[in-house]
């Protein structure tokens, strides 16, 4: 069984940085497309930026050169560095894996309906 655990969530002011990381277990497929989403309160969830097997990443305008998507074979981890953050970056983080052939040449677009999911980690930024 798979399994998605999210950790490195919490409350910073605008401009700070966080580290989510997401520990990975129960798989042995080592071709996947991994990612992180994010829902705000009263909005759809949306996907934040994604990794594929071949170290292929993606993601949203709304982030690009802000936030840092990596994977850590060795530690089964999945991480995302987040910089200059913004108010507007608030929400619920949730990683998510698949490791299906489709996933993984859907992966550059973020694709919501991946098969795995974590249970979230809330992000808070203030003004």
């Known amino acids: 069984q798979v399994q998605l655990v999210e950790f490195g969530g919490g409350s910073v002011q605008a401009g700070g940085s966080l580290r989510l990381s997401c520990a990975a277990s129960g798989y042995t497929d080592s071709r996947y497309c991994m990612g992180w989403f994010r829902q705000a309160p009263g909005k759809e969830r949306e996907g934040v930026a994604a990794?594929?097997?071949?170290?292929?990443?993606s993601y949203i305008d709304s982030v690009e050169g802000r936030f840092t998507i990596s994977r850590d074979n060795a530690k089964n981890s999945l991480d995302l560095q987040m910089n200059s953050l913004k108010p507007e970056d608030t929400a619920m983080y949730y990683c998510a894996a698949d490791f299906t052939f489709v996933s993984r040449l859907r992966c550059r677009y973020i694709p919501l309906d991946l098969g795995y999911w974590g249970q979230g980690t809330q992000v808070t930024v203030s003004s």
């Open positions: 990794i594929d097997s071949d170290g292929t990443t």
